[in-house]
C-alpha cells in the first residue's frame, strides 16, 4: 500500500474501539501493544495500537499507562515513561527496570481466554516410556 494512501487510512480511522478496550482493562493490570492490536485485529498491529495510544485524549478516563510493550517494558518517553511508572505502581503493579512483572499483572482481554495458556506437557512417564529400550 502506498504511503499516502497509509496517512490517508490512519486519518480515517476512529480510534474508539481501542479506548473502549483498554477502559476495560481493570486497575494492576497492563496489556501489551500486540495483544490490543490482536484482540481488536487491527491493521497495522501494535505499531497502529501505539499511535492509538499517543494520541489518547486527556481527560475522557483512559487509562493510557496500562499499555505496555510486549515483555512489559515501558516503551514511552520521558517525561511519560517515569508518570506511567508512578501510575502503575500506585495501582499494584511490581515493576522492576522499567518492565512491568507480567507474570503477576497480565490482563487477557474478554473472549481471548486462550491466549498466554502454556501447554502442559505429557506426564514424566510417558516421556520417558519413548526413551526406553525394547528388551
Avoid at 508518570?83 to 505502581?89: D, F, P
Avoid at 481471548?112 to 510417558?126: C, D, F, V
Wanted: proline share 7%; with cysteine.
Amino acid at each position: 500500500m502506498p504511503v499516502a494512501q497509509q496517512i490517508g487510512w490512519f486519518k480515517k480511522m476512529s480510534w474508539d474501539p481501542v479506548y473502549r478496550l483498554v477502559k476495560q482493562i481493570p486497575r494492576g493490570r497492563v496489556l501489551s501493544y500486540g495483544a490490543l492490536a490482536r484482540a481488536l485485529r487491527l491493521r497495522g498491529g501494535a505499531r497502529s495500537a501505539g499511535r492509538a495510544m499517543a494520541a489518547t485524549p486527556s481527560g475522557k478516563g483512559i487509562p493510557w499507562h496500562r499499555v505496555v510493550g510486549e515483555c512489559g517494558k515501558i516503551l514511552i518517553r520521558e517525561p511519560y515513561a517515569s508518570l506511567q511508572k508512578k501510575l502503575l505502581e500506585s495501582e499494584g503493579v511490581k515493576i522492576t527496570e522499567s518492565r512491568v512483572d507480567l507474570r503477576n499483572h497480565l490482563w487477557t482481554p474478554p473472549g481471548k481466554s486462550h491466549q498466554g495458556k502454556k501447554h502442559s506437557r505429557a506426564p514424566r512417564e510417558h516421556r520417558n516410556s519413548r526413551n526406553t529400550k525394547r528388551p
